[in-house]
T-cell receptor, first 112, second 113 residues
């Protein structure tokens, strides 16, 4: 099976930097995704890592260490609109097909 | 906007009834996955369809079934609804099975009374 852990809630201040961690245990690892989900809406794709290292995309960066089963999402220059749930998802390739397994999400609250 | 659409937006059913949810993929995407998201939880994988064939299934009972059509649109059918089936049902499409990013539709909020 697969196990994905991320903190339940985090709070931060507008303009600050926040790091959301994700640890996972899986077989057949084939990539790690971060999605943002505002309340009542669909998840939207933020980033993808399949090799170790840092991927940067504007205010958002994501890091992966496959040997440690660890990833983080870094959000810089926080804005109020960044208040949302952030979902870590691991893709695994087993039995001839891939599955995407999500963590429970980290609710980020950005305050003024 | 991901180009993935779902209908209906909201639905209320009673226990024991049957429901059909629909999804239209982003243009050119031949793979559709369905997820169930309970309140406060991450999405849980139900099954995936690739070129009209089921291509993987999560830990859901057989009363959850699906179809994919030649135009790659898809349906999720749930029979004998239970109260615990109340959730947001999401479909996601991808261009290449197994290796591509999945893009989600807006979801269908199902309430079972």
């Amino acid at each position: 099976g697969q196990n994905i852990d991320q903190p339940t809630e985090m709070t931060a201040t507008e303009g600050a930097i926040v790091q959301i961690n994700c640890t996972y245990q899986t077989s057949g690892f084939n990539g790690l995704f971060w999605y943002q989900q505002h309340a009542g809406e669909a998840p939207t794709f933020l980033s993808y890592n399949v090799l170790d290292g840092l991927e940067e995309k504007g205010r958002f960066s994501s890091f992966l260490s496959r040997s440690k089963g660890y990833s983080y999402l870094l959000l810089k220059e926080l804005q109020m609109k960044d208040s949302a749930s952030y979902l870590c998802a691991v893709r695994a390739l087993n039995s001839g097909y891939s599955t995407l397994t999500f963590g429970k999400g980290t609710m980020l609250l950005v305050s003024p | 906007e991901t180009g993935v659409t779902q209908s209906p937006t909201h639905l209320i059913k009673t226990r024991g009834q049957q429901v059909t949810l629909r999804c239209s993929s982003q243009s050119g995407h031949n793979t559709v996955s369905w997820y169930q998201q309970a309140l406060g939880q991450g999405p849980q994988f139900i099954f995936q369809y690739y070129r009209e064939e089921e291509n993987g299934r999560g830990n859901f009972p057989p009363r959850f079934s699906g179809l994919q059509f030649p135009n790659y649109s898809s349906e999720l059918n749930v029979n004998a609804l239970e109260l615990d089936d109340s959730a947001l049902y999401l479909c996601a499409s991808s261009l290449v099975v197994d290796t591509d990013t999945q893009y989600f539709g807006p979801g269908t909020r199902l309430t079972v009374l």
